[in-house]
Structures are given as structure tokens and as C-alpha cells.
């Protein structure tokens, strides 16, 4: 199966000028279809580095959703860089030179050619729909390219996949349950850890130290992630083994 990626890009992210918004909300959309995000990069406004990533990541199958930099100011390379990462040139696409018309239309406002320009696009692409107002985004090959705003970008990315990965949703159902096991070591808790593992192929078995504070001791949470039906089994081994290393844990 293709993995799912995020490209967030923007120098207001990368120098710390405006909280990300993109990454939690892009986690939520995909878990309400089951379905899980791989990886995310960040990157500033760069065109180089924007093309040389592309070019990596347009290489391979996963489907990859691009947040900003996909307009007309000094600042946004998206266009640019996903031409010149799949080695096309930048094309009006009547499909977004329509849209473009009609939203200026609606607007009775002058349609410059720099604003039409927002429908230039890599040759073979095709247009994302905006509904916030009309001007569309692009997808090419399997990366789809949205802009940086987030009431225009999520529900883009929603209508991608809706459109065309409905197939997918809820493909590989999982679960997942957890321990707090009380002042554990993760290197006394790594054997166990990997015997579950080796017990339930379908199992991925997790941990996430907490260092403590004045109000929660240290504790690691531990649990397992996979196939609904071996997770409980799982859990029972885990608890078992848990309990033979002599820690206490609670529920989480």
C-alpha cells in the first residue's frame, strides 16, 4: 500500500511566525476515513530545496498532500517547483482559467493577468476545486497541491479524498489499548516488547517515556497497535509480562 505524506510549506512555519495548523487537522481528516498519515516535511520558501524535494518525492508512489506557496507573491514556489521537479513547464489549464473567470466574474471585478496566472500550473495537471472562493489548486501524478489557508485547504483535501481513495478508507481496520506502567525502564520492558511482537504478527507494541513532574510520577505508557482482533490477546501478554517484572501499571 502507497503511505500518505505531508509537505507543509512556508517560512511563517519554519521560523516560528505562525503555529501549524495543517499537520493535526490533516491526522484528524484521515483518521475519520481510516487512514494514517506516514510522514510530514517542513520547509521554508525555497524554491531549490522545494524542487529538489518534489523531485524526490514525485519519484515515488506515495500520495502526497502540499500545504502553500501556490500564489502569485515573490514568496510561493509550489508552481514552480513541482514544473520544474517533474521536468514540465507551467501551463494555463482551462479548467482554471474557467474557474478563475467565473470567481472574478461573480465579483465584477477586473481580471488582471497576473491573477489569471494563479491557473498556471505544471502541463498534465489537474485542478483541485475551492469552494472558499473558486481558485483551484492542482494535483499532479499523486501530490496534491493546496493553498496554505486552512479554510480553503482542508476541505480540499477533503474532496481529493473523497474523489479518488474512497477505496482505501477503512481498508485495514486497527486498534489500539495501553498500560501506564509506573516508574518502568524501557530497557528492562524492550524484551517483552519484542516477544509480543513475535506473538502477534499483526502487532506493532509501542512506548512513550514520561520523564515525571510534580503532579504525575515517572512512567512509561505502554501498549499495542494492529489488527483489532489480536489486540486484547496482545494487551494479556503484555499485562502478564508487565507483572512478572514486578512493575504496577494502571489501565490508560
Known amino acids: 500500500m502507497k503511505g500518505i505524506g505531508a509537505i507543509i510549506i ?4 519554519t521560523r516560528g511566525k505562525r503555529p501549524d495548523k495543517h499537520f493535526p487537522k490533516l491526522v484528524e481528516i484521515l483518521a475519520a476515513r481510516g487512514l494514517v498519515l506516514d510522514w510530514t516535511l517542513y520547509i521554508g520558501d525555497d524554491r531549490e530545496r522545494l524542487t529538489e524535494t518534489l523531485r524526490r518525492t514525485l519519484a515515488g508512489e ?5 500545504f502553500g506557496g501556490i500564489g502569485n507573491t515573490p514568496d510561493d514556489h509550489t508552481r514552480q ?3 520544474a521537479a517533474a521536468g514540465v513547464e507551467l501551463v494555463l489549464h482551462p479548467d482554471a482559467e474557467r474557474e478563475i473567470r467565473a470567481r472574478f466574474a461573480e465579483l465584477k471585478f477586473e481580471l488582471t493577468d497576473m491573477q489569471l496566472a494563479l491557473g498556471n500550473f505544471p502541463r498534465g495537471s489537474r485542478i ?14 499523486q501530490h496534491h497541491f493546496v493553498p496554505g489557508f486552512p479554510q480553503m485547504a482542508w476541505p480540499m483535501v477533503e474532496w481529493v479524498l473523497d474523489s479518488f481513495y474512497s477505496w482505501r478508507f477503512h481498508a485495514h481496520p486497527s486498534d489500539e489499548a495501553a498500560l501506564l506502567v509506573w516508574k518502568g525502564s524501557e530497557g528492562a520492558l524492550i524484551p517483552l516488547m519484542r516477544r ?8 506493532k507494541v509501542f512506548s512513550l517515556p514520561f520523564l ?5 510520577q515517572r512512567h512509561i505508557e505502554l501498549g499495542v497497535r494492529g489488527l483489532p482482533d489480536q489486540v486484547p490477546a496482545a494487551m494479556a501478554a503484555l499485562r502478564h509480562g508487565v507483572e512478572e517484572l514486578g512493575y504496577a501499571y494502571d489501565e490508560k
Open 10 to 13: 512556508g517560512d511563517e512555519i
Open 62 to 66: 506515495d500520495i502526497v498532500f502540499s
Open 81 to 83: 517547483a513541482a514544473a
Open 128 to 141: 483541485i476545486p475551492n469552494p472558499f472562493n473558486r481558485i483551484p489548486g492542482f494535483t499532479l501524478g
Open 196 to 203: 509480543v511482537e513475535a506473538e502477534f504478527p499483526g502487532i
Open 212 to 216: 515525571g513532574s510534580k503532579q504525575v
